[in-house]
């Protein structure tokens, strides 16, 4: 079964402060996701990755940025934290046609 | 563009009623379309996925959908509604793409489902 593995659930930092959230998957995937959840806006694709060291910008970048070292763990930065980055993160990895498999998401206030 | 409108963000049934959440998508190819259910406190889990090959999708947890062309619509339905299927619901569209098959996924603003007893 497909693990995908956030380093923590919650998380509290303060404003212009670094922010690492990390996010490892089992299964080989060449794909790996960050979204931003918030109420009433669904899921939003902060980047993407399909290559170890290659990535793409998804709909809403600003603020984020992201490293994929190895093909298993992809990290997504907040270089200098903000309140309005205050949200629900989540990670997936999927491959080809398979279905992105999600992560159980970090939930991070920046105070 | 691709995207997803789905209406209705709070769905109240009661227990052993008909669930229906709508989905309506716009797409400019032949999309794939999902449907993830979100649990408090967890991640997303897959429901069922829409790929062109029939166009009525079972899912797990007695959930299917029927994707309509002419509506452009994938709404999902349950035909009795369990205490256990309260949760959030987002509908997803995707276009195949070259690079990256159908990863790229365009979420709705989901539909909080909630069961009366």
């Known amino acids: 079964d497909v693990k995908v593995t956030q380093s923590s659930r919650y998380l509290v930092k303060r404003t212009g402060e670094k922010v690492f959230l990390e996010c490892v998957q089992d299964?080989?995937?060449?794909?790996m996701f960050w979204y931003r959840q918030d109420p009433g806006l669904g899921l939003r694709l902060i980047y993407f990755?399909?290559?170890?060291?290659?990535?793409e910008k998804g709909d809403i970048p600003e603020g984020y940025s992201v490293s994929r070292e190895k093909k298993e763990r992809f990290s997504l930065i907040l270089e200098s934290a903000s309140t309005n980055q205050t949200s629900m993160y989540l990670c997936?990895?999927?491959?080809?046609?398979?279905?992105?498999?999600f992560g159980d998401g970090t939930r991070l206030s920046i105070l | 563009a691709q995207s997803v409108t789905q209406l209705g963000s709070h769905v109240s049934v009661s227990e052993g009623a008909l669930v229906l959440l709508r989905c309506n998508y716009s797409?400019?190819?032949?999309?794939?379309l999902f449907w993830y259910v979100q649990y408090p406190n967890q991640g997303l889990q897959l429901l069922l996925k829409?790929?062109?090959?029939?166009?009525l999708v079972k899912g797990i947890n007695g959930f299917e959908a029927e994707f309509k062309k002419s509506e452009t619509s994938f709404h999902l339905t349950k035909p009795s509604a369990h205490m256990s299927d309260a949760a959030e619901y987002f509908c997803?569209?995707?276009?195949?793409?070259?690079?990256?098959?159908?990863?790229?996924?365009?979420f709705g603003t989901g539909t909080r489902l909630t069961i009366i007893p």
């Open positions: 997936a990895s999927g491959a080809g046609a398979q279905p992105q498999h």
């Open positions: 997803a569209v995707s276009e195949e793409e070259a690079n990256f098959g159908n990863e790229k996924l365009t």
């Open positions: 797409s400019s190819v032949p999309p794939y």
């Open positions: 829409y790929t062109s090959a029939a166009t």
């Open positions: 299964m080989d995937h060449e794909n």
């Open positions: 990755s399909y290559d170890v060291k290659m990535k």
